[in-house]
Every structure is written in C-alpha cells, then in structure tokens.
C-alpha cells in the first residue's frame, strides 16, 4: 500500500537554529513527490516537485532533498514567518494524478 | 494569472442535509481533483475530474459525488451529512498530470 510518514509531528526552533524535516515514503512507483506549506485554516501552498533520486531544488531559506525512500525538507536559519505546517505528498506513477499526503510537520519558529 | 478560488469560504450545515462546494481551476489547467483535510492530518483524494470525467476515486462512499463544466470548473456534492464529514475541502487544479495547485478550501461544519 502506498504511504507516506512524515517526522517529527511538531518541530520548536529558535530564529536562526538549522533543522531537517523527514518524508518516508512507500510506493509502488514515484510519479514525483511534492512539499507543500500550509498556513492555520488555509489551503496548502506549492513549494517543491521532485522526480529521482539525487534531485534537489531550492527556495530562500528551503532546499529539499530526494533518495529512493525519502526526501528531506532543509530549513536554514529559520525565521518566524517560516511557521507553519509543511506537508509532504507523493503522486504515484501508475494510474491517474492523485496526491498521498503524510499527515505534516508543524513547525514553530520563535524569535 | 488567476489561482484557484473556492467558494463558499465556510459553511454550516445539519447532519442529513446535503451541500454543494464549488471551485474554479487556475487558467489552462484542464484537471481537478478533490480532497478532505480534517483537522491536524493530511489531505485524503476524494476524487480527480478531467475533461468532464470522473477518472480516480479515493475511499468515500457513493454520496460524495462531483461534476466539471466544460470551463473546467468543479462542484463537489455531499449527500445525507454525517457529523465525521466535517472538514476542510480543498481543491486542486493541474495540468494533466503536473503539479497540483490548491484553493483556499472550504471549511464545512455539520452539527
């Protein structure tokens, strides 16, 4: 079954404090994974698509990473505007488009 | 270029009612596909339209049900309200099978 783990749930950093956020995924084959930031009540905004392994894409403060089982979300020197929840999502090769999300990182940052 | 809009933004409404969400894609995508975030996990697929037709379904039963118009726009209809469809509803646009681009949601609560 295909699946995605996100870890930790909830993250607390300090403004300035680099950390690593973990997507562990299961599928049968990787159309492409997606990160997303979510704000409280708010729909997911797009941030990374990755396809293969080795791949890695960056964004000011964000560079996400890519292996055969799973993908990191780097965030250096954190500030506060960066709190929110990140969600982590696979689109599996066969078949239509459909996103499986893992349940997401919360993340805090505090000046 | 205009993204994703959803309408209405919340909505309350009674357990065995039934309710009609709407969404309109961003410009030039042609594919829409829903999903249900309830509240600290991830978005679960509901289901994807393209080019007027259903072509993917997740886990819901059969009084979850959609429509796309021939501009692309989607409504989601949800049949005989259950107290555990209270949700945030998002929807998604894409070209074909590229990344997915989501609206604000629709927070809908049922008492």
């Known amino acids: 079954e295909d699946q995605v783990t996100q870890s930790p749930e909830a993250l607390r950093l300090q403004e300035g404090e680099s950390s690593s956020l973990n997507c562990s995924y299961t599928?049968?084959?990787?159309?492409?994974l997606f990160w997303y930031r979510q704000d409280p009540g708010k729909g997911p905004e797009f941030l990374f698509t990755?396809?293969?392994a080795g791949e890695e894409k960056e964004k000011e403060r964000l560079k996400a990473t890519l292996t055969k089982k799973e993908s990191f979300l780097h965030i250096t020197a954190p500030k506060p505007e960066d709190s929110a929840t990140y969600l982590c999502?696979?689109?599996?090769?066969?078949?239509?488009?459909?996103?499986?999300f893992g349940a997401g990182t919360r993340l805090a940052v505090h000046p | 270029e205009t993204g994703v809009t959803q309408s209405p933004t919340h909505l309350i409404k009674t357990r065995g009612q039934q309710v009609t969400l709407r969404c309109s894609s961003q410009?030039?995508?042609?594919?829409v596909s829903w999903y249900q975030q309830a509240l600290g996990q991830g978005p679960q697929f509901i289901f994807q339209?393209?080019?007027?037709?259903?072509?993917g379904r997740g886990n819901f039963p059969p009084r979850f049900s959609g429509l796309q118009f021939p501009n692309y726009s989607s409504e989601l209809n949800v049949n005989a309200l259950e107290l555990d469809d209270s949700a945030l509803y998002l929807c998604?646009?894409?070209?074909?099978?590229?990344?997915?681009?989501f609206g604000p949601g629709t927070r809908l609560t049922v008492l």
């Open positions: 998604a646009s894409s070209r074909g099978g590229d990344t997915q681009y």
């Open positions: 599928v049968s084959g990787l159309r492409g």
């Open positions: 990755l396809y293969s």
């Open positions: 999502a696979v689109a599996p090769s066969s078949g239509y488009n459909k996103l499986i």
């Open positions: 410009s030039g995508h042609n594919t």
């Open positions: 339209y393209y080019r007027e037709e259903e072509n």
